[in-house]
């Protein structure tokens, strides 16, 4: 049970330079979200997924794209890369039970340099 | 706007000691309240989830929420090196399933 896994682990782009940031997890969750998180602050969160097919907007999802074609994969998509999106981004999974409290499992993160 | 204030830090605290850490909160429709520590470099971990008033204790760890003061803290009793992290405290929204977070809290343990 490898719970979620990212790749890659570390990338430079160059500015306008598009790229996917790939997030998998095998815990059968079916939320998805996706964070990133500036030096020094907390996590803001870019995009999340309740179930395939459905996705919808955090505090700062503008210049970032987002799919959920399957429960396990929740891919981000950065189209024109930007100095504002150097961060490291971090996928995390939920299973949600109405009336319940879950858990947010994080996987290991993507550290992104636009330069 | 939905916020949550944590004093960056650094808190140094000597081994063996009281660690503790402070957070407010902006939104009286938080419905739970989490606290993860970050290794650097690493993911967040989470340590403990609260969502009544009053004290929740998990091994050296005690949670405690006042939702009248909008003020969430996080106790570590005999504090060790091991627990040198920056502590993340978040405030969940929609069942927990939407969280914001916290800018962080550094914690140093002193041998």
């Known amino acids: 049970n490898a719970g979620v896994t990212q790749t890659p682990k570390f990338r430079i782009l160059k500015i306008g330079q598009s790229m996917t940031l790939q997030c998998t997890q095998d815990?059968?969750?079916?939320?998805m979200y996706w964070y990133r998180q500036d030096p020094g602050m907390g996590l803001k969160l870019i995009y999340y997924s309740v179930g395939a097919g459905i996705t919808d907007k955090g505090e700062v999802p503008n210049g970032y794209n987002v799919s959920r074609s399957t429960t396990e994969d929740f891919p981000l998509r950065l189209e024109l890369a930007a100095p504002s999106q150097t961060s490291v981004y971090f996928c995390?999974?939920?299973?949600?039970?109405?009336?319940?409290?879950?858990?947010?499992?994080f996987g290991p993160g993507t550290r992104l340099l636009v330069l | 706007q939905k916020e949550v204030e944590q004093n960056s830090g650094p808190l140094s605290v000597p081994e063996g000691a009281i660690a503790s850490l402070n957070c407010t909160y902006s939104d009286r429709g938080s419905q739970s309240f989490f606290w993860y520590r970050q290794y650097s470099g690493k993911s967040p971990e989470l340590i403990m989830f609260?969502?009544?008033?009053g004290d929740k204790e998990d091994g050296r760890f005690t949670a405690q929420l006042n939702k009248a003061s909008q003020y969430v803290s996080l106790l570590i009793r005999d504090s060790q090196p091991s627990d040198s992290a920056t502590y993340l405290c978040a405030a969940g929204f929609q069942g927990a399933q939407k969280l914001v977070f916290g800018q962080g809290t550094r914690l140093t343990i002193n041998p």
């Open positions: 609260i969502y009544s008033n």
């Open positions: 815990m059968n969750h079916n939320y």
């Open positions: 995390a999974s939920s299973y949600s039970r109405s009336s319940a409290i879950e858990t947010q499992y």
